[in-house]
């Protein structure tokens, strides 16, 4: 089988600072080595979307910063299409491109003239008719002469993006491309990146702590945690995991988080989190008939508005598997 990306036990490390006297003077100590990676391998396919799916901090930025030779790991190796990154990253670069969180643009150019540098960077062909074609795409022809210093955050992932697909890679590494970005551009984005794996067959490579976009975009997924790999398989292989147990929401009047400890030290209770965006408590049990029970104990401590059984997702085998939700607290 062909790979686009091969990741062969890779490990990253940085030293912790600390502050110390000497001599009655404030010093910084950088006396112990942390692993941001830890032995991580893993083989992306030719023309898939594969995500990596972890809480900030889980050292997903790390990673594909090695992937893409901005820095270099301290063991193992990286391959692209079979190329060494370290020894022969001159061989691949014209192949990929990336758009990473803090978006490396030039705020002294317009949109226009920084696609015009990228493009020029690649040696594209029919330049100015393609940065035409790239505007008009994502929405960006009104704001085409503007500085880039004044664009929006979502004005500013576009021309990402834009920039991103300027040279046609065959690869498209993604730093979490949504974060931030309202719910329209959002869903934009996304449906362009799976218009651009299923019309041009690029093969993508993102992270994400937002389950829903690893569940709509990924053909397959690798949840990390603290620089460690902990499972990878398609979102559906993911669900059907946790399937024979039931999921329920509860809408309470107020939330307690004394609440959420009785219900996690409960036999019966797999799990049990506060779902914030929605006002829910999501709870886990090993069997729908522990219903009654359930519901008791949350009435010993708020009024209940209603109760719904839910599907499955992803933060739930993420739970399961590391006793974190994918905003990094600990369940």
């Not at 330049?127 to 500013?156: H, N, P, Q, R």
């Not at 449906?191 to 019309?199: I, Q, Y």
């Not at 797999?270 to 522990?290: T, W």
Request: with cysteine; aromatic share 8%.
């Amino acid at each position: 089988m062909a790979y686009a990306v091969e990741v062969f036990n890779v490990s990253k490390f940085y030293r912790r600072r600390s502050v110390g006297f000497v001599n009655g003077m404030k010093s910084l100590f950088f006396p112990e080595l942390v692993p941001a990676l830890n032995d991580v391998s893993f083989r992306v396919r030719r023309g898939e979307i594969f995500g990596l799916l972890g809480p900030n901090g889980a050292g997903k930025t790390t990673l594909l910063k090695i992937i893409t030779g901005l820095l270099h790991p301290d063991k193992g190796r990286v391959c692209i299409f079979g190329e060494d990154v370290t020894k022969n990253f001159s061989k691949i670069s014209g192949k990929i491109n990336t758009v990473f969180a803090r978006a490396n643009l030039w705020w002294e150019l317009t949109g226009k003239e920084n696609l015009i540098v990228y493009g020029k960077l690649y040696g594209v062909r029919d330049l100015e008719e393609k940065v035409e074609k790239l505007l008009d795409l994502f929405g960006l022809k009104d704001k085409a002469d503007t500085y880039t210093d004044l664009y929006s955050t979502g004005e500013i992932m576009r021309l990402s993006l834009a920039k991103a697909v300027i040279n046609d890679p065959d690869l498209l590494v993604l730093d979490e491309p949504t974060i931030g970005l309202d719910p329209n551009i959002t869903l934009m984005v996304r449906e362009f990146l799976k218009d651009l794996n299923k019309n041009e067959k690029t093969t993508i490579l993102l992270s994400t702590h937002y389950m829903e976009e690893a569940d709509i975009l990924c053909d397959r997924v690798a949840m990390i945690d603290g620089g460690r790999i902990i499972k990878i398989d398609s979102p559906e292989n993911f669900k059907r995991m946790i399937k024979k147990q039931d999921i329920v929401e509860i809408r309470v009047k107020e939330f307690s988080s004394r609440l959420v400890e009785v219900l996690r030290s409960e036999e019966f209770v797999k799990s049990a989190y506060f779902l914030e965006e929605v006002g829910r408590l999501r709870v886990v049990i090993d069997d729908l008939r522990n219903l009654d029970r359930l519901i008791g104990k949350v009435k010993k401590f708020t009024e209940i508005e209603n109760v719904l059984t839910a599907l499955p997702t992803l933060e739930d085998v993420f739970i399961q598997f590391t006793g974190k939700n994918l905003k990094g607290g600990e369940v």
